[in-house]
């Protein structure tokens, strides 16, 4: 075989016809779960003002500062640029704004699926373009819609096959007020031990500080143990709204782990926060991230308005099916099933070619999906060929055929054979497939 003198960019992958199962499973899935909540789909385009970005995510976030895709503007001011959607949020915010829906409808829930971009470095669950499904809903302060966010995220897993090892991590970043006070706090109490930290530790220690609290590192996990917890200068309304959030989720049925150290990589959010983990992935085990960001449409240009959202990541998603051997054998069948013909139209000669493309045209257009040979293969290959595709029924066209004005319609399962008018065979198998 030739070797190719091209290759998918690193970090990105070509997904062929025989390993998107998953994907279309996902994607399945994550519909459903829109349909049942009643959210309609928002499409914004894959690429954005560069501010927009570093305006939301945070210009010290990781991703802003070193994992934007960014084109320059042609013949325009360098600081002008767009960059490819590191995530979906951002887009979907300056969308709600600019269809002026705080004015007319504030209430929203939308959701989108699609390619996602950040040039990071690419290894097992992280690559440079993966998809997302994320789902965002703008105009409520409720706490209950926080827990109805949550248990969103864990149907989309649930409707995979994910079992009892799915794990919901959330926690609470308070408000603007109280993250200044608790930043001041993990300010002084870190100060003093930076020497011990990691490197990542130390540079984000003035970028943004409560990173420090979710560093994977061993020693640097020690070294949390007696940081100053958000809640013990959270203000009385946040605190409520955390109570309410969490007994919410209780009346959902969900049992949540209550994590301290989880404070997410984007600088937008506020209030609830929340991972869905699946643990045997090991340091890379989050399928999916989310939370309320309530200031971010004023932060955009927008009127004061509470939102909430998360995003789930298809990468690792599919990662954790393999480990669980999702999907089962039963469902890989009845997909590939879906994907079969269910006819195939055989020429026996030549002269015989004609009229079995003409009878693949009258299949395909009462529905049918139907296959036939266009590399002049023999009779017994093609017939070859059916069985190989599990085709389930074999239009036979040769000389006698033509001259009758029939086919001889061929039943692969039990082999029975009937000689029929191309048009009753189509319409029989219409009916019955
Ligand atoms: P995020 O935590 O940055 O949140 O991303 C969500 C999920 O996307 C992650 O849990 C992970 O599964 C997947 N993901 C992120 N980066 C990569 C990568 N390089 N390769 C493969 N998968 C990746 C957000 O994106 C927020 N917009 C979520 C949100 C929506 N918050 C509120 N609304």
């Not at 399945?28 to 779960?33: G, K, Q, T």
């Not at 570093?54 to 767009?82: C, I, P, Y």
């Not at 257009?365 to 009779?379: E, H, P, Q």
């Not at 061929?410 to 198998?429: C, Q, T």
Request: hydrophobic share 40%; with cysteine.
């Amino acid at each position: 075989m030739a070797s190719a003198s091209f290759h998918a960019p690193r970090g990105t992958r070509d997904l062929l016809p025989e390993n998107l199962l998953r994907t279309l499973l996902m994607e399945e899935a994550a519909r459903e779960v829109a349909r049942r909540g009643g959210y309609g789909e928002i499409r914004p385009p894959l690429f954005e003002e560069t501010k927009l970005f570093s305006r939301s995510l945070g210009n010290q976030s990781d991703v802003v500062e070193k994992e934007m895709f960014t084109v320059l503007r042609r013949g325009e001011a360098s600081e002008d640029s767009w960059t490819f959607r590191p995530e979906g949020t951002a887009g979907v915010v300056r969308a709600y704004i600019e269809a002026g829906c705080p004015a007319s409808a504030p209430f929203q829930k939308w959701f989108y699926m699609g390619p996602m971009f950040r040039y990071e470095r690419p290894q097992k669950g992280r690559e440079r373009q993966f998809q997302q499904f994320g789902v965002e809903v703008f105009g409520s302060k409720s706490p209950l819609l926080d827990a109805e966010i949550v248990d969103g995220a864990m149907q989309f897993f649930e409707a995979l096959g994910f079992g009892p090892e799915l794990e919901a991590r959330v926690n609470t970043m308070g408000d603007e007020s109280d993250r200044a006070e608790w930043r001041q706090s993990l300010l002084s109490y870190f100060e003093p031990h930076l020497d011990a930290r990691c490197e990542d530790c130390r540079s984000r220690f003035k970028r943004n500080v409560f990173r420090l609290l979710d560093c994977k590192n061993d020693a640097c996990i020690s070294g949390n143990q007696g940081a100053p917890a958000l809640t013990t200068v959270m203000g009385k309304e946040a605190s409520e709204h955390h109570t309410a959030f969490l007994m919410g989720l209780e009346r959902l049925g969900r049992k949540p782990k209550i994590d301290g150290s989880l404070v997410r990589g984007l600088d937008y959010y506020s209030r609830t926060v929340f991972e869905i983990h699946y643990p045997p992935l090991g340091a890379r085990s989050a399928l999916c991230g989310g939370g309320r960001y309530d200031g971010l449409v004023e932060l955009l240009g927008g009127p004061p308005t509470p939102a909430i959202g998360f995003a789930a990541g298809f990468t690792s998603t599919e990662l954790a099916m393999e480990e669980m051997g999702l999907p089962a054998n039963a469902d890989v069948i009845a997909a590939q099933a879906a994907f079969a013909p269910a006819v195939y139209c055989l020429a026996i000669g030549e002269e015989d070619r004609e009229a079995a493309f003409a009878a693949a045209h009258e299949c395909r257009s009462a529905g049918l999906s139907t296959a036939i040979d266009y590399r002049n293969r023999s009779a017994k290959a093609q017939f070859k060929e059916a069985n190989r595709l599990s085709v389930p029924f074999v239009f036979v066209i040769g000389p006698d055929e033509r001259e009758q004005g029939v086919v001889l319609l061929r039943d692969m399962v039990n082999g029975e054979e009937e000689k029929i008018p191309l048009d009753e065979a189509v319409s029989r198998l219409a009916a019955e497939l």
